[in-house]
């Protein structure tokens, strides 16, 4: 009887049936066309994974690109509103920065108001400029510099006697300023002209 019941285990044994992880069944005695059959769904299912997975990653790089371009976007139109703020603000002072130019200018009226005060008050408008340049503020406009079409408004041309003096400023009458590399006004600027003598 023993030896039966032991034949009776090898004959189940050999109809065995295994479940993969994946639901499919493997049978110890399966052919080797099933085998194949199920290796093909194997890669087939293998293959839809790998797209699915690739139609995921590209959708989610697709968004994130998106995410970068609108925060690059909106620092963008950050800068550029402040930089029209600081722009607006710098305008209404420039009548106060030439009030200043001109009082300073005036060494008559200047000569008369007391050393300390007179140095207050130009303390007072370097503290100012200093105070308008880290911000980005320069002034434009100095004697000798090459007359710049963009940088310059001239109101006179004088004649000069020297080649190297064509196309100088040769006086400044209101001082120009420039806001990160953009004019905010030209300088209004008096300009040499050299003419040959014949």
């Known amino acids: 009887m023993s030896d039966e019941s032991s034949e009776q285990n090898i004959d189940n044994s050999e109809d065995e049936i295994v479940i993969d992880g994946d639901g499919f069944e493997l049978s110890q005695e399966g052919s080797t066309l099933d085998f194949q059959e199920k ?15 690739d139609e995921y ?14 925060k690059r976007s909106e620092e963008r139109d950050r800068i550029g509103l402040v930089n029209s703020v600081n722009e607006s603000i710098i305008r209404d002072l420039l009548p106060v920065l030439d009030s200043f130019d001109l009082a300073i200018q005036d060494n ?9 005060w007179r140095q207050g008050f130009v303390g007072i408008y370097f503290k100012l400029l200093d105070s308008l340049g880290r911000r980005g503020l320069k002034q434009i406009g100095v004697v000798g510099e090459k007359y710049d079409i963009n940088r310059h408004q001239p109101v006179a041309m004088v004649d000069v006697n020297k080649v190297e003096l064509d196309d100088t400023v040769t006086e400044v009458f209101q001082k120009g ?22």
Do not use: H
């Open 177 to 198: 300023y420039m806001l990160s590399e953009r004019v905010v006004r030209p300088a209004k600027v008096k300009v040499g002209q050299f003419k040959r003598s014949e």
């Open 57 to 70: 990653l590209n959708g989610w790089q697709r968004c994130r690109a998106d995410f970068v371009n609108a």
């Open 39 to 53: 290796v093909n769904k194997l890669k087939k299912k293998l293959k839809d994974t790998i797209k699915e997975k």
């Open 108 to 116: 008559d009226k200047m000569d008369g108001v007391p050393e300390g």
